[in-house]
């Protein structure tokens, strides 16, 4: 059974950072791909970034590109998303899942970013 479990959220201003986690479990971490996503308030899911946990092979969203890292430690089955320099466009609930469509995914983390 498919356990992931989003942590690190919070409330922030405008150009900090924050750094998420996801504990996994239940399928091969470390030869998965795996994802972070978003949604926010009245909006759909969206895809921020990609990273192949055999390779460490990643990329981002356009939206998030440069300023978003995703990585992952394979002993500890955990996946990050470093986020700085945020905006306030970056609120949202963020998940991470072991598909690209965000099922399965974790109960989420919420990130606020406002003055």
């Known amino acids: 059974q498919v356990q992931l479990v989003e942590s690190g959220g919070g409330f922030v201003q405008p150009g900090d950072s924050l750094k998420l986690s996801c504990v996994a479990s239940?399928?091969?971490?470390?030869?998965?791909?795996m994802h972070w996503l978003r949604q926010a308030p009245g909006k759909e899911l969206e895809l921020v970034a990609i990273?192949?946990?055999?390779?460490?092979?990643?990329s981002t969203a356009d939206s998030v590109k440069g300023r978003f890292t995703i990585s992952r430690d394979i002993a500890k089955n955990t996946l990050f998303l470093q986020m700085n320099n945020l905006r306030p466009e970056d609120t949202a609930t963020y998940y991470c899942?072991?598909?690209?469509?965000?099922?399965?995914r974790g109960p989420g983390t919420e990130v606020t970013v406002a003055s």
């Open positions: 239940g399928f091969t971490f470390s030869n998965a791909w």
């Open positions: 990273i192949s946990t055999r390779t460490g092979s990643a």
């Open positions: 899942s072991n598909d690209r469509r965000g099922d399965p």
